[in-house]
C-alpha cells in the first residue's frame, strides 16, 4: 500500500508537509531530523485517529513498522501537552483535516441524495 493508493491519503500529508515546512516526500524517508519526525508522528496519528486505520496500516505508508505507529501516538499525546509551537501546529493541521472529511461527508451525503432522485426517475 502506498500513500496514493486510496482517496484522500495525499491530502494528510501535503498539509501536514505544508504547516512543518518540509518537502512531502521527507515524510517517507529514513530521516531523523526533529522536525521530520513530529511531522511524520503526526501524520501517522491523524491516519489512525481520523481514518480508523490500523497501526500497522498507518506505518506501512511511512516505511515504518507498527511499533513506530504506536510510539507515534504516545508522543503526539505528550508533545502536543507540552510544546506550544507543536500544539499550535497540530491544530492548524487538524482544522484543515476536518474541513476535508467534513466536505468529503457532504459531497457523498449529495452523491447518496442525487443516486436516490435518479432512480426514483427512472422507475
Not at 44 to 56: D, N, V
Not at 71 to 87: G, I
Not at 103 to 120: A, G, P, T
Amino acid at each position: 500500500m502506498t500513500a496514493y493508493s486510496a482517496p484522500g491519503m495525499m491530502d494528510i500529508d501535503d498539509i501536514v508537509a505544508r504547516e512543518f515546512i518540509i518537502d512531502k516526500a521527507d515524510l517517507y524517508k529514513k530521516s531523523r531530523h526533529r522536525e521530520i519526525v513530529e511531522a511524520r508522528q503526526l501524520a501517522i496519528y491523524i491516519r489512525i485517529e481520523l481514518q480508523l486505520m490500523t497501526t500497522t496500516q498507518s506505518a506501512k505508508l511511512y516505511n515504518r513498522d507498527h511499533c513506530t505507529a504506536l510510539w507515534a501516538l504516545k508522543q503526539v499525546n505528550a508533545l502536543y501537552k507540552t510544546d506550544k509551537v507543536f500544539r499550535g501546529k497540530t491544530d492548524r493541521v487538524m482544522k484543515q483535516v476536518n474541513a476535508i472529511i467534513k466536505e468529503r461527508e457532504f459531497n457523498d451525503v449529495r452523491y447518496e441524495l442525487m443516486s436516490r432522485h435518479i432512480k426514483k426517475v427512472i422507475n
